[in-house]
């Protein structure tokens, strides 16, 4: 069976962004190898090399959890047009509450909204339990599945195999 589902954003955001992935600096994230990741990501986003900067900025937070380091990934995801990872980062970041002044705070805060505005969630019911759900040839596993994806607005395609 293959469905087509289109997701609409729960609300319309008009927001003005100005993406400056390098504007939050980071003392140092931790250990050297985070930091070289890091400092790597921050020289790629100022390059305007998103995709790149994206990928040390990960190396960096795996490596050495910091929350800079989340903020200038969320803001990198954000500007790719990746939301569900931006909201994702954001809600960590805000959780963490460690260095946050109040502007980075307002910023977070903003960017999450902006972004929570561009996903959904899709809520399947499927039967019998057991049939294999995939969205977008991604395999979310078998019904019932114990969360609703979270997806970026749009159209998707959902298959269910039995």
Do not use: W
Request: aromatic content about 4%; proline content about 4%.
């Amino acid at each position: 069976m293959r469905a087509r589902a289109r997701l609409a954003s729960a609300a319309c955001v008009s927001l003005a962004l100005t993406v400056g992935v390098g504007a939050a600096r980071a003392e140092a994230p931790g250990a050297s190898e985070a930091s070289a990741h890091f400092q790597r990501g921050l020289s790629l986003a100022d390059g305007g090399d998103l995709d790149r900067a994206i990928a040390e900025f990960e190396i960096a937070h795996r490596t050495s959890p910091h929350p800079d380091v989340l903020f200038n990934l969320a803001q990198a995801y954000s500007a790719v047009g990746r939301s569900v990872d931006a909201a994702r980062a954001l809600e960590q970041y805000l959780a963490s509450g460690t260095g946050q002044n109040l502007k980075r705070r307002k910023q977070a805060e903003n960017l999450l909204r902006f972004n929570q505005g561009r996903i959904g969630k899709l809520v399947l019911e499927v039967r019998p339990a057991g049939a294999v759900i995939a969205v977008d040839g991604a395999e979310l596993g078998p019904a019932p599945l114990a969360a609703q994806p979270v997806l970026l607005a749009g159209t998707h395609a959902v298959t269910i195999t039995l």
